[in-house]
């Protein structure tokens, strides 16, 4: 079992290249409506909780008072450089420092593919429930063993930095079917030309199934299931017991 850390330096110095990404290149990749319902229909009282980088998905205007957290600073400042209005935690998602705290928790983008095995996985799923309120909602979603047959992992996607072009290129090292640990090797190439980070990351696919089920011991019952398998995405949402 690979137990690999979760604080990736290509998160900390690249993090605007990677924001910028995701917004213009990841985000048509990821099924929007699935979180949007979320970020509108909150209650009054209800506070919202997003982790991960994904934040150019959130909506301009929010019914509810936002926190943004993320395990690495540069991501987390960058988030709030473009939110303002959010504070901001950096925390690691198996150690939230809340407590009964969040109407409904967004985790998009397959944070979720960053906790490389179960004890990871148990340990953000006990930290997520005990951080939403009683029958709080938990909206995640996770890469599911197709993303492999997708181009997200493989090959050159253009997009743009402060009206710059930039390049990233991807190519699956390895895939371990047993594990689903997936191997990554990414780089970023700048508008000169040059190739400024190169990394090689551990990501972790899972099947609905498995899941679900770890889901199912921490208190979250599953309320919508949803795998788009044509681009390798799994989308589930879970309340908390009351
Ligand atoms: C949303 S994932 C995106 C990775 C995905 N492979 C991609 O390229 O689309 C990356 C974000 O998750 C954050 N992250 C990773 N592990 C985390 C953890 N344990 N707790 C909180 N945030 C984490 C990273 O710092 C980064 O901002």
């Not at 190519?171 to 990414?186: E, K």
Request: charged letters at 20%; hydrophobic letters at 45%; one cysteine or more.
């Amino acid at each position: 079992m690979v137990h690999g850390s979760c604080a990736l330096s290509v998160y900390v110095a690249w993090a605007e290249v990677h924001l910028a990404f995701y917004a213009q290149r990841a985000l048509p990749d990821l099924a929007h409506e699935f979180f949007l319902g979320a970020f509108l229909a909150q209650p009054p009282a209800g506070e919202l909780l997003f982790v991960g980088s994904y934040s150019a998905m959130l909506p301009e205007r929010l019914a509810a008072p936002l926190v943004l957290c993320d395990l690495n600073a540069g991501m987390l400042h960058a988030m709030q450089r473009r939110r303002p209005d959010a504070q901001a935690v950096l925390a690691d998602v198996r150690k939230l420092p809340f407590h009964e705290r969040f109407s409904c928790i967004c985790m998009p983008g397959a944070v979720t593919a960053h906790l490389l095995d179960d004890l990871a996985l148990n340990d953000a799923l006990e930290a997520l429930s005990t951080a939403l309120l009683p029958g709080g909602t938990l909206y995640l979603d996770a890469y599911l063993p197709e993303i492999v047959n997708t181009d997200y992992f493989s090959g050159h996607a253009s997009f743009h930095v402060d009206a710059e072009s930039w390049t990233r290129i991807a190519r699956i090292a390895g895939f371990d079917t047993q594990s689903g640990l997936l191997q990554v090797d990414l780089q970023f190439v700048d508008p000169q030309g040059r190739s400024v980070c190169n990394d090689r990351l551990i990501q972790r696919c899972y099947s609905a199934a498995v899941l679900a089920k770890a889901c199912t011991g921490h208190s979250l019952r599953l309320q919508d299931c949803f795998a788009d398998t044509d681009k390798g995405r799994l989308y589930l949402a879970l309340q908390r017991d009351h």
